[in-house]
């Protein structure tokens, strides 16, 4: 029976919960637009007092006024954003993803002017446009990248100025900070609007998968946040790279949208080496970039990687060993490079109506699906049953929610977070995950550290 004291902090937080609002606004984020496309784009909406105009303006309005952090799209993964000179609003982002506060924040701006504006100590004379180099605060070693990667996932860790406006809270006490420009025309006008840097890590409960739909961040911060800004899913479907060039040689962080081989191809980034390690930093280290040092992307359910030299038998015994005759099976299996539908179990029924509302018409008998699927990919629920089963007992019957993501590494990064929070709605109890290799590029790379960090097992051979 609950306390009096229970129930008095149950009644506070259920005062204190937010109205969550998902605005639409996917008229405004269409893919590869430039800055100048949306801005005219963004006219025309204001002038005809569109509903998306008055969603971005009342988003915007919010983050100069409230202490309440809005979730929008980005390029990568949605956002969590709020005012980066303000305490009170960062505190905000803490409080609603009840994050760890020594994880510092990255800052996102809409243009490099902004970005000199925080580098500025006050009363300095403003950039001169037309000598960028040499009166630019950012320190040379990343002028190579800005021209290639920005806007774009690209996060760069630069010097805080010792007047910084910076809120302490961004940067952990750090000395640095890291700073990028997205290339979503959305996420970069709502910065412009709102005239403010915006610390902006992603729209996700602390250690869960990574939100890459409005619905996502819903389901993670409904009652915590009042604005949900809904552009469509997100492109790339990872965070940004995070890079150090402070040091020699230079590091990277954080993999992520831009991959190792791009930055070595920049003048003076061709001995960038591998900074970070796919497990979290021990005991009291502050980390130096987000997603070092804590468990990151994890649904509830277990998750099991295995690594690209697992065959299929193995896997099946694996998943037996997990079974209780008192309680069956209920698993998810995500399938990316080779492993067939039902990892060569006798499928008994494949139910055709899709468990996440998406229709796919492939037979019980297509045992291996050819064509990837979009960020919306099917959810198959199969019951199946191991074809030779190790002992003499009945062979029991497992519920399978199957996955299959492509071939393709961009496929598979656009719906890994998706599929796991899919398979976690379901209520499955493990989720087998087939690993990719990470020497397949830097994609891949990026891809398996997240998965290794999701991971409570890993099999390796």
């Known amino acids: 029976m609950a306390t009096q004291a229970t129930i008095q902090r149950q009644a506070v937080k259920a005062a204190c919960a937010k109205d969550t609002r998902i605005l639409p606004v996917r008229s405004l984020n269409v893919p590869g637009q430039s800055m100048g496309d949306i801005e005219r784009r963004w006219e025309a909406e204001k002038d005809q007092g569109s509903p998306e105009a008055q ?69 300095c004379p403003t950039l001169n446009q037309n000598s960028l180099q040499t009166s630019s605060l950012i320190p040379p070693i990343y002028e190579p990248l800005i021209e290639r990667f920005w806007p774009g996932p690209l996060t760069i860790l630069i010097p805080n100025p010792k007047h910084s406006p910076l809120a302490p809270e961004v940067t952990s006490n750090l000395s640095t900070f890291g700073v990028r420009m997205p290339s979503s025309s959305l996420a970069r006008l709502l910065i412009k609007l709102a005239d403010r840097p915006l610390a902006a890590p992603s729209a996700n409960a602390s250690t869960k998968p990574s939100p890459t739909t409005a619905q996502h961040v819903y389901a993670d911060l409904h009652g915590r946040i009042d604005i949900i800004l809904d552009g469509g899913p997100c492109g790339v479907g990872v965070e940004s790279t995070v890079v150090d ?62 690594e690209t030299s ?36 006798r499928i008994q029924q494949d139910l055709t109506a899709p468990v996440n509302g998406h229709c796919d018409a492939a037979s019980s008998s297509d045992l291996h699906d ?29 519920d399978m929610l199957d996955v299959f993501l492509g071939h393709d590494l961009h496929c598979i990064a656009r719906g890994l977070f998706s599929a796991l929070r899919s398979l976690d709605e379901n209520d499955v109890s493990t989720i087998y995950v087939e690993g990719i290799a990470d020497t397949d590029g830097d994609l891949a790379a990026a891809i398996m550290n997240r998965l290794r960090k999701a991971a409570e097992e890993e099999i390796k051979s």
Not at 92 to 117: C, F, M, T, W
Request: net charge positive.
């Open 370 to 398: 050819d064509i990837p699927p979009s960020s919306a990919f099917p959810l198959h629920r199969l019951s199946v049953v191991p074809s030779s089963p190790d002992s003499g007992s009945p062979p029991c019957t497992i």
């Open 310 to 345: 697992q065959e299929m038998p193995s896997v099946v015994r694996r998943i037996l060993n997990e079974q209780s005759p008192s309680s069956p099976l209920k698993i998810g299996v995500i399938r990316t490079k080779t492993w067939q539908k039902g990892l060569t179990m």
């Open 55 to 123: 969603a971005l303006l009342e988003a915007a309005e919010a983050l100069r006024t409230s202490d309440t952090p809005v979730a929008f799209p980005t390029e990568t993964v949605y956002g969590l954003g709020a005012d980066a000179t303000r305490s009170a609003a960062v505190q905000g982002i803490y409080r609603a993803k009840q994050r760890p506060s020594d994880n510092p924040l990255i800052v996102h701006v809409s243009s490099r002017e902004q970005l000199e504006r925080l580098l500025r100590p006050p009363g």
């Open 245 to 306: 060039g402070l040091n020699h040689p230079p590091a990277i962080l954080r993999p992520g949208g831009v991959g190792i081989e791009e930055i070595r191809a920049c003048r003076g980034w061709e001995d960038v080496r591998v900074g970070y390690k796919d497990g979290a930093l021990p005991g009291k280290m502050t980390p130096r970039a987000p997603g070092m040092k804590y468990r990151h992307y994890s649904p509830r359910a277990k998750v099991v990687l295995f």
